[in-house]
């Protein structure tokens, strides 16, 4: 065919769709013309008109069917069925108003939850838009296992380790490190002073991040190599909350702990850095309010910048390049490099060093990998749960139109023409549910907004609205209504023809063999997959009792807890024991006040876990040396007894402890079990720090004596608890430039926020107050993520059991309707209603009992999975098992019953007469 024929056909398709209304008028306008013609030419020859006509139409034979071949000339013969069949498919949703309501809604909602979770995934995963090459960004960390090990769990690595595979590396286009440090900030007119978390970072960082800035210019290798490394990168809420957002603030001068440095740039607002946190709170998210350059030290390539993990990498890989392909040559340096450092190289042997390579975009959900499986599972069966409850009522819906199907096939409609029908039909409802579920998950977003869940990502995610949001949402829709389509077509249109069906339909009214085992089977899914998700959620509802009776050691109610910042130059140590004894003292004669002391670590705030090292003086005089690692504090002498933390033996910190800086300690039981088991631990003594002198009386050096044994206390994650004991120091011994007020409230500690500032500002306004929160409060943070994860898998449970519910109700009230004849001959019969009733909840309890098994026994292999996330709960417990069981099957049951109603006494002769 031409080019030009190509044009013509495409040209008469395009008008024949532009004009097929007028087509079909003037198609139906010729075969009238040609039929009457006929009836005249028949009339001339005798015969009647009546008689005319009736032979005219017999010679032309089907009428209908030669307008069918006329349309398939045209070419839009698809088009014009599409189109009938939807209007046809919204006459039938408007004329089942009820049922129409219930398939939308359970679509909807199914179609708006799986949508959310595309998004999310979408945002954290598949797209989260952070760095320009983020596909070939690498985290790359040094991890350590057994006794004593350090940073067990961290995902950080060592200066000396990352110059060596800066200078030395093939794979890696480019490779950067930062890490975080406390800064003192203060403008050259001291108008204020304050702490902050600074962020150091390598100039290589930034390049390899892809990275540019609002402001000004990024640091750069001449700024460190010509010495001139006191420069400084404000953060953008940095910027505006102290500069006022002023642009001319590049080159001005800022003082960092007393050093002036120079601002060379403003970060972007979206600038974000994935940093290892704890997601339950204790180690709360880091905002980089301004960033100084990473320098190298001497000491960095000496054992020493060998065996302190503390530094973060991220590399870029080359094109081309694999993880696989750079763990092996970074491997091969560390075995071409680690012999030159003998005491490093065996703490790498004896506790297993390895070299963990992650993608960053699997980094990004470190902290919540498990639960986003679980939360996907969860949102498939909600989906599987919906597809199976849909089909099964659209097959009982096209069973009730079997006889209009069978009717549709006589006159001479393929079986491919029907089952099309009836996919458009549900595809209309799949539309219409998209509709339903974007408003779904509008509501979502906006809830999910006012919380702070994201805050659990390694960097928060930002769902957007964007144009795959819409794709998915509509191939979902799509995809779901040709599914539940064709299910709802399986054992009612079948290769035997509608012959067969229509005979069925005719002697009876009861289902087909083949239409009620495909029902049965949908039944059997929804049922199991019901009992799964209900079980899971009564797991996880235990274990988050189990979590809410966690004893952390000491008494939290009525605590407020509030940080001081003592960073002034003005403060030598005597102010800073002046003014925290002020504080105190005046804290303590406030009226609605029992007690309050000072700590630098309190337990879960500010993680609670400053560590050090530790040998008892029994184990140093029979020469073991190998130090082991424990929790350290600094507390006065009335904290401990303002958290109720148990005296064991010996006693507390006294005046003269603080007045004489004695060099006394306190530990808990977990010291005293592990390094005193057979003896009384008061008196003994106690070396800090890692390379302890010899004991001498005279000369105390790192060495302590044991003056009490306390309780152990949960220190910074009740639900992981550290297996470390604590030790107790002196407060005056040791002082940072911070340090916790703990004050213990005979009734609301909230109202303590005022008068505490009050005091504070009497005394220094200037001191800088910090993390004002109640003991309540920071152990709510710990319940935070337990709390989230259990009111959404509670959410979809109660959405899978009103599916449910919604579902078995419309499928009992049909099969009711479809043997009324048996029901009426039965109760005309003598049989009681209620007793057929009966026999209705019966056969349906004894499906859901063998439903219900069989998914309590999916439950607990699922469960085994996802064993992490639940907290003393073994996933077999039979109590959670027989509970969620029972209560599934009572709800099932009284659908059963309430579907039941619909039975009643009725005329026989006239059942029969409509059968």
């Known amino acids: 065919m031409t080019t030009r024929r190509k044009a013509r056909s495409l040209a008469y398709l395009f008008r024949s769709f532009l004009k097929s209304e007028k087509r079909q008028d003037e198609l139906d306008e010729e075969f009238q013309f040609h039929l ?16 005319a006509r009736r032979e005219a139409v017999r010679e032309f034979g089907g009428v209908q069917q030669l307008k069918e071949q006329c349309r398939d000339n045209w070419g839009i013969r698809l088009y014009e069925n599409f189109k009938r069949d939807l209007r046809y498919s919204w006459r039938q949703i408007l004329k089942q108003k009820r049922f129409s309501v219930v398939i939308i809604l359970i679509m909807g909602i199914s179609i708006g939850l799986n949508t959310l979770m595309f998004s999310l995934i979408d945002s954290v995963y598949l797209n989260p838009g952070l760095y320009p090459d983020e596909d070939r960004i690498v985290r790359i960390a040094d991890v350590f296992s057994g006794r004593n090990a350090r940073n067990i769990k961290s995902w950080m690595t060592s200066p000396l380790y990352y110059l060596e595979r800066k200078e030395q590396s093939r794979v890696l286009e480019n490779i950067g490190v930062y890490q975080t440090d406390w800064a003192i900030v203060r403008d050259l007119d001291n ?82 850095i994935p940093f290892g946190f704890d997601p339950d709170g204790t180690d709360p998210r880091f905002e980089t309010p301004f960033m100084t350059p990473w320098i190298e030290r001497p000491w960095h390539k000496t054992a020493r910048g060998r065996q302190h993990n503390y530094c973060n990498t991220l590399g870029l890989l080359k094109p081309g390049q694999t993880v696989q392909n750079l763990k092996t040559e970074l491997q091969e340096i560390n075995s071409r490099n680690s012999p030159l450092f003998p005491e490093a190289y065996r703490y790498e042997i004896e506790h297993a060093h390895e070299i963990a390579i992650v993608p960053l975009k699997d980094d990004l959900v470190r902290n919540v990998r498990t639960q986003l499986s679980l939360l996907l599972i969860s949102f498939a069966f909600i989906l599987a749960m919906a597809c199976a409850n849909v089909s099964s009522l659209f097959l009982s819906q096209n069973r009730v139109r079997s006889g209009e199907f069978g009717i549709r096939a006589a006159l001479g409609a393929s079986r491919l023409r029907l089952i099309g029908q009836i996919l458009i039909e549900k595809c209309t409802y799949s539309f219409l549910s998209c509709a339903v579920g974007l408003f779904f998950l509008w509501i979502a977003h906006t809830i999910i907004s006012q919380t702070n869940l994201y805050d659990l990502f390694l960097i928060p995610p930002k769902p957007r609205w964007s144009y795959n949001l819409l794709i998915y949402l509509l191939i979902s829709g799509v995809a779901i209504g040709v599914f539940t389509g064709l299910l709802s077509t399986l054992g009612i249109i079948s290769k035997e023809g509608f012959g067969k069906m229509m005979k069925e339909q005719s002697r009876s ?52 807890t509030v940080s001081f910042n003592l960073a002034d130059s003005d403060y030598d140590n005597d102010a800073k024991r002046q003014f925290m004894a002020e504080l105190k003292k005046r804290t303590q004669e406030l ?9 630098f670590f309190p337990p879960l705030k500010w993680g609670g876990n400053h560590t050090t090292r530790m040998v008892t003086e029994q184990d140093w005089i029979q020469g073991i040396r190998d130090s082991s690692i424990c929790i ?29 800086n004695a060099r006394n300690i306190i530990i808990d039981r977990r010291i005293a079990d592990k390094h005193f088991n057979d003896t009384d631990p008061i008196g003994k003594r106690i070396a800090l720090r890692n390379h302890p002198s010899p004991p001498d009386r005279d000369n105390p050096g790192n060495w302590y004596t044991v003056v009490g044994v306390v309780e152990s206390v949960v220190r910074s994650n009740l639900i992981d608890p550290s297996a470390m004991g604590t030790i107790y120091r002196n407060v005056n011994e040791y002082i940072p430039y911070w ?20 005091i504070r500002n009497s005394i220094d306004p200037f001191v800088v107050m910090d993390k004002e929160e109640t003991m309540s ?11 989230y994860l259990l009111s959404i898998v509670s959410l979809i449970a109660l959405i899978g059991l009103f599916i449910t519910g919604i579902g078995l109700y419309g499928i009992i009230r049909f099969l009711i309707t479809q043997n009324r004849k048996e029901i009426s001959i039965r109760i005309a019969l003598g049989e009681g209603i209620h007793k057929v009733r009966l026999n209705v909840v019966s056969y349906w309890a004894k499906i859901s009992m063998i ?15 996802f064993e992490t996330l639940l907290y003393k709960v073994n996933p077999g417990d039979p109590f959670v098992l027989l509970f969620s069981v029972f209560f599934i099957i009572l709800i099932i049951i009284g659908t059963a019953w309430l579907s039941s109603t619909s039975i009643k006494r009725s005329n026989l002769l006239e059942v029969l007469r409509v059968e």
């Open 739 to 758: 340090f916790t007020l703990v004050a213990k409230s005979k009734s609301n500690p909230t109202h303590l926020r005022a008068s505490i500032r009050d």
């Open 191 to 272: 108008r204020s002073n304050s702490p902050y978390q600074q962020l150091l970072v390598s100039p290589s960082l930034l390049e390899t991040l892809s990275l540019k800035p609002f402001l000004g210019r990024f640091f750069t290798q001449e700024d460190i190599d010509s010495g001139n490394h006191e420069v400084v990168i404000l953060g953008y809420a940095f910027w505006h909350n102290r500069y006022g957002g002023d642009p001319n603030v590049i080159g001005s001068k800022m003082l960092i702990d007393d050093e002036p440095y120079t601002i060379i740039g403003v970060m972007r607002s979206d600038f974000n």
């Open 591 to 599: 009226s609605d006040v029992e007690s309050a002391g000072i700590s």
């Open 777 to 787: 409060e920071i152990m709510n943070k710990q319940h935070r993520f337990n709390r």
């Open 851 to 865: 439903s219900t098994i069989i998914g309590a026994s999916l439950t607990v292999l699922l469960s085994i999975k």
């Open 632 to 660: 350290q504090d600094s507390v006065d002498t009335t904290f401990l007894a303002t958290l109720d933390i148990s005296l064991i033996s010996g006693r507390y910190f006294n005046e003269s402890d603080l007045r004489n």
């Open 509 to 560: 009214s009861t289902r087909g063999k083949a239409a009620k085992r495909y029902q049965s089977t949908l039944l059997w899914c929804q049922l199991t997959l019901s009992t799964v998700i209900l079980v899971f959620g009564g797991f996880l509802l235990k274990s988050f009792v189990q979590i809410l009776k966690i004893d952390p050691g000491f008494d939290p109610d009525n605590l407020y």
């Open 36 to 51: 009457d013609m006929r009836v005249r030419d028949l009339m001339r020859s005798g015969l009647s008109q009546a008689e």
